[in-house]
């Protein structure tokens, strides 16, 4: 099911007929900058924001003094799994690592880099980042964990991923999933889209507002992209000390955890190494970026 469109008006108020006067029905529908972004791809257009000819990113914007809009929200109905389909499903508990590319691993070799911002402009430091995506061939594997894997961004708010260009499969264009989640704060889920793909036109899924900036790099290609969360940077705490003890001091999910904190978990004792938002999968010892036993 594709997700309700963001950008969408609702308001209920008609749009203009074929005439311009602004008397059409209330059958008319609104039209969206994302409908107009999709039209354009269907015609062939490049979708450019820039003089360059390049998708704008984040800090173009903020450069500009802008606030900026929130990366959208797209997910393909695969988290939960669905038992009944195939498809691209997120599975937790994916290794701490930046490059997914296993040696020998074929596939164009990929770099995407970028930066996490909030809505204000501030980079947003200690991000969350898991990526998943198809091989080479459009296949997902969900006996390991193959081209999966989670990050953190840096002090700066960036993060480098090095992977592969993935491969298609039916019904979908070329894509990357991401879910990121700011220290405290929900969880986007998303994807990222490759420029001039004859499939984005036909994907119901796709949003040009995803779209990374790609370039040849020797054999391979580099992107950019940044991902700007429904959040306000401010300068990041350090952490508690002493440690803090979270109620009843047990961990469990769904509770916001500052780094420092300590819980215990099936008879241990662990600090919490990062702030972030607890969620089933992220157990500790499951994910030794957000843990240390003690």
């Given amino acids: 099911m594709t997700p309700p469109d963001p950008d969408a008006s609702g308001t209920g108020a008609s749009a203009p007929d074929a005439s311009g006067t602004g008397t059409g029905t209330g059958a008319d529908r609104r039209i969206s900058r994302k409908s107009l972004l999709r039209a354009a791809v269907a015609a062939g257009a490049a979708v450019p924001l820039l003089a360059t000819g390049t998708a704008a990113l984040a800090r173009d914007a903020g450069a500009q003094g802008r606030s900026l809009k929130p ?9 939960p799994t669905p038992p009944q389909m195939e498809g691209p499903y997120f599975k937790p508990n994916s ?8 040696p020998g691993a074929p596939g164009t070799r990929l770099t995407v880099g970028g930066h996490v911002f909030g ?8 991000v969350l980042l898991d990526f998943w995506q198809a091989d080479h061939a459009g296949g997902y594997d969900m006996a390991g964990y193959t081209f999966r894997g989670h990050q953190f961004t840096d002090s ?29 704060r929900p969880v986007l889920t998303t994807q990222l889209y490759f420029p001039g793909e004859p499939r ?34 401010r300068p990041t705490d350090p952490p508690t000390d002493p440690p803090t003890d979270p109620p009843s001091g ?16 099936d008879g241990a004792t662990y600090r919490c190494l990062q702030a972030h938002t607890s969620m089933t999968g992220w157990e500790p010892p499951l994910v030794p970026a957000l843990w240390r036993r003690e």
């Fill in 200 to 233: 984005n036109s036909t994907d119901a899924l796709f949003d040009p507002d995803l779209l990374m900036n790609v370039r040849g790099a020797g054999s391979g290609k580099e992107a950019t992209f940044d991902f700007v969360l429904d959040a306000d940077g």
């Fill in 95 to 102: 290794p701490l690592r930046t490059d997914l590319v296993a």
């Fill in 250 to 265: 047990s961990w469990a999910p769904g509770r916001p955890y500052a780094a420092g904190d300590r819980v215990t978990h």
């Fill in 71 to 79: 990366t959208p929200f797209c997910d393909d109905g695969d988290d």
């Fill in 119 to 126: 809505r204000n402009c501030v980079p947003l430091a200690g």
């Fill in 156 to 184: 700066s708010g960036a993060f480098t991923l090095r992977t592969i260009v993935p491969g298609l499969y039916p019904g979908r264009t070329r894509h990357i999933h991401v879910k990121a989640q700011a220290p405290g």
